[in-house]
């Protein structure tokens, strides 16, 4: 009875290690040429002015509007969604830099906000932001 024999598969890992050992090589003689990129920061003394109070549109859970320029002093007004462009495109026009930023509760439908937002943009207002307040 003569027996078969089985061929043992191999993986021979001598020419991976080759591989590595000149890639290894290579990239210890090439890192010394390579300079690290230099970033200029910022300093904190560069402004000369502080940054201008943003004009906030409070959405209430009912529907309601309220219109607060914290540059004045922060009273807020309630407006509706048709004053609340034209309101808006002239606050802008008196003070350009002045960010805008929406509130909205957290039971406004965000369908609500992002219209609101679209009106923002439609009235040529490049600064929007939403306002989130931290959980308690």
């Given at each position: 009875m003569a027996r078969?024999?089985?061929q043992v598969a191999q993986i021979n890992v001598v020419p991976m290690i080759d591989v590595m050992l000149v890639l290894l090589v290579i990239f210890m003689v090439t890192a010394p040429f390579i300079n690290p990129a230099q970033v200029e920061l910022p300093s904190v003394g560069k402004t000369s002015?502080?940054?201008a109070k943003p004009l906030e549109i409070i959405i209430k859970e009912s529907g309601e509007y309220l219109l607060k320029n914290r540059?004045?002093?922060g009273e807020s007004r309630t407006v509706t969604k048709r004053e609340l462009a034209a309101e808006i495109a002239a606050l802008?026009?008196?003070l350009p830099d002045q960010p805008v930023v929406i509130a909205a509760d957290k039971n406004v439908?965000?369908?609500e906000v992002m219209s609101t937002m679209?009106?923002?943009q439609k009235a040529q207002i490049s600064r929007i932001g939403l306002l989130a307040r931290p959980a308690p």
């Open positions: 078969t024999r089985k002015q502080t940054p540059a004045d002093g802008h026009r008196a439908r965000y369908e679209s009106l923002l």
